[in-house]
């Protein structure tokens, strides 16, 4: 019974009284991460600060019921926002919520077609470079927060950081970065100051979303116009979510749904743009805090969501009254504690290419501030590697037998398209025996490629008048070999 999916289900959301204690808590801790980014954000999108919170409120409601990773938190993220730059720069806003619902419907079939499993081709390198970049982005979008400003901004920033690592040892009963916004909000307060607060961040809600459908054109030109910005919106999203929740898989060494959470993604992102909202993912940052904190199950998502809708309308007076250096605080204890430090000693005793595998990753990402760039170049190059690594294990070998005047060529290793001109090569097209014996018992044809340059060699052979014999061929490969050159086979042919 406890293994059933509504059972499992279940147990998501009421896993213990303390755990819910714990995930209303660290939901909270997320919901004040979420502001700052997610108006940033919206500058980067160019659009109003309250497009970028709308859709994070709308996507965390419900990607908490509909997600298929557990203390996950979503929002408006900034990779999408970087895609969607370009469309609003040129359409304006209407077209970006038509583009965040075409996006939503493709990460929908994204999911149904189960694309998730695209992630089993990431390696940990490419995962590490992909956390430590992460970190590094979150800490550099706290510095247009720390230039230009007076030393009592930096004085708050240090406390908070104090607070946020001493205060465990006082208390675990609440996230030592609640109780950071708390005393700092309360400080600037009562001894006022020259320092930012977030209603200077830009201006806050103050209404509900409402449903609407995007005022654009339904026909086949806006289809035109805003395709190819959804499919990057719902790529770069699906992409970011996916390593998100790999993440979260590893720091509380528990699985996910990877193609639930992509499907829920989508019907999150429709639903934002229903609700006037941007497009968003997994936010890796928001997500590590709420998992550092406490967050464990679908109650911490919810949290975050619901949360920050109170932030934007009743408990608008008051939050705009809190310190932003208590929020650069936060965010860069998610940094550190983000970045895996134990991947600079690796660098010396793991494989050089794991290395580098991992900076390439970090460097591109930072550079681009794009994620999913990061990730495919590090997936590119771990792809390559393997290949030149595969190949090398490939070798033949020759034996020659003089009493019946024929050569065996033994064959092992992996033949497939980077090893198989290595493969032909290794053969005397114009051989002085009268039989060749091709061994293929210690290896395995992968592609095309590889048929085609068996069957090459074999028929040049025969075309010198050798007498050509290819055997060992195991089942799959044998398969292969007959359906794409059976003459291979022929001795006579």
Known sequence: MNNTPFSRYRAEWFNGAGNARRDILAGMVGTF????????????????????????????????????????ISGAAGSVA????????????????????????????????KLDVLMRFVSRSVRTGFVNALAILIFSAQLPQMLGVTWHTYAMIGGGLAIIYLAPRITTAVPSPLICILILTAI????????????????????????????????????????????????????????????????????????????????????????????????????????????????????????????????????AQVPVAALVAIMIMVSISTFSWASIRDLARHPKVSGVVMLATVIVTVVTHDLSAGVAVGVLLSGVFFAFKVTRLMDVSTLYEAATDTRTYK????????????????????????????????????DITAVGALEEVVTKMRHHGIAVEVIGLNQASAILVDRLAPAVGSPGA
């Open 33 to 72: 991460a979420l502001i700052p980014e997610v108006i940033a954000f919206s500058f980067v999108a160019g659009i109003d600060p309250q497009v970028g919170l709308f859709a994070s409120f709308v996507i965390g409601i419900v990607i908490a019921f509909a997600g298929g990773r557990p203390a996950m």
């Open 82 to 113: 970087l895609v969607a730059a370009a469309l609003v720069h040129t359409h304006g806003l209407q077209y970006l919520l038509a583009a965040t619902l075409m996006a939503g419907l493709i990460q929908i079939v994204f999911g149904l077609l």
């Open 188 to 319: 600037s307060i009562v001894f006022p100051m020259p320092i930012h607060v977030v209603a200077d961040l830009g201006r806050l809600p103050s209404s509900l979303p409402s449903f609407t459908l995007p005022s654009v054109p339904f026909d086949w030109q806006t289809m035109r116009i805003v395709a190819p910005y959804a499919l990057a919106m719902a790529a770069v999203g699906f992409l970011e979510s996916m390593m998100t929740a790999s993440v979260v898989d590893d720091l509380t060494e528990t699985s996910s749904s990877k193609a639930r959470e992509c499907t829920g993604l989508g019907l999150a992102n429709v639903a934002a743009g229903l609700f006037g909202g941007i497009a968003g993912c997994g936010m890796i940052g928001q997500t590590v805090g709420n998992v550092r904190y406490g967050g464990r199950g679908r109650i911490s998502t919810l949290v975050a969501g619901v949360f920050l809708l109170l932030v934007m309308v009743p408990l608008r007076p008051w939050v």
């Open 411 to 446: 064959v092992s290793g992996q033949i497939f398209f980077a090893s198989a001109d290595i493969f032909a090569d290794c053969f005397d097209l114009r051989d002085t025996a009268a039989h060749v014996r091709i061994d293929l018992a210690a290896s395995h044809l992968w």
